[in-house]
């Protein structure tokens, strides 16, 4: 920091210092403004109630009631920074060895509603091992498109949003929007069908056929936007697909299911 500030910064063109001098002053002027709310959940030690080892010590559920629906930057700032600690101490506690000190495996979890809002590149680590952990994760979004509006990794949004999805282990997927139908689709997969086409010879009246495998989708784009979305008309049922990483006893990844209202 100290070479940066005093080599780097320094020789910079004026304009990209006064970039860097308003972009830092935007990310820090929530915490200085005593009238804000990251100011007073901030500025001073923080309750032991909200202390993330009440989780699997007390079996405590923690809510961040901060929405961003009404806190804006301010709520998504205070979820992350909380979400990262309480994701640090569960990573680093003992839930593997009960001859050791500090052992606890109660399971925990982990909610986000809107998480689209909130997901970062670096959460994907984070997924990929909780389970050794015991902490058992629910996400719920809208559309793949929000994701790919959040994700800003240094590979593309694209690369980062599906890498980071393919470490949850199960999908629920409602009625949807066609490109998320198809990312669902092509995470069940294809299979090789043997298909015939036929043809007809006006000149001598003869037929042929003939046959070929071609790959097509195990369940189509087409059966996710179609599902059920409940209400009075479909008699408050709501139809999702469960897409699973490891086969059923039927050698299926996948079944529709019904949900009641």
């Known amino acids: ?3 940066y500030l005093m080599d780097e910064f320094p020789t910079m ?7 860097i001098q308003q972009s830092f002053k935007n990310m820090v002027n929530p915490f200085k403004d005593q009238s804000g709310v990251l100011y007073k959940h901030f500025s001073e030690g923080v309750s032991d109630q909200v202390c993330p080892e009440k989780c699997y010590k007390d079996g405590a559920v923690i809510i961040v009631d901060f929405p961003t629906a009404t806190y804006d930057a301010a709520g998504a700032i205070i979820q992350n920074v909380y979400r990262m600690i309480w994701q640090k101490v569960l990573m680093n506690r003992n839930a593997k060895y009960p001859d050791q000190d500090g052992y606890n495996n109660r399971p925990v979890f982990l909610w ?4 689209s809002k909130m997901v970062t590149p670096s959460d994907g680590d984070f997924f990929s091992k909780c389970r050794q952990q015991r902490v058992a994760c629910v ?3 809208q559309t793949l498109r929000s994701y790919y509006a959040k994700m800003q990794g240094v590979n593309g949004s694209k690369y980062e949003t599906e890498s980071f999805l393919d470490n949850l282990l199960i999908h629920v997927v409602h009625q949807v929007d066609a490109g998320t139908a198809e990312w669902a689709a092509n995470l069940i997969g294809k299979d090789e069908v043997e298909t015939t086409s036929s043809s007809f010879q006006a000149e001598d009246g003869r037929f042929s056929s003939s046959t070929r495998d071609q790959l097509k989708y195990i369940c189509p784009p087409a059966i996710f936007l179609n599902l059920k979305r409940g209400g009075p008309k479909n008699e408050l049922k709501t139809e999702a697909v469960i897409i699973l ?3 059923l006893n039927n050698g299926r990844r996948f079944a529709k299911v019904i949900f009641d209202q």
């Open 139 to 141: 996400l719920l979004n």
């Open 112 to 115: 986000m509603d809107e998480c």
């Open 1 to 3: 920091v100290r070479r």
């Open 245 to 247: 990483n490891n086969p």
């Open 13 to 19: 063109p004026s304009n990209y210092r006064g970039t």
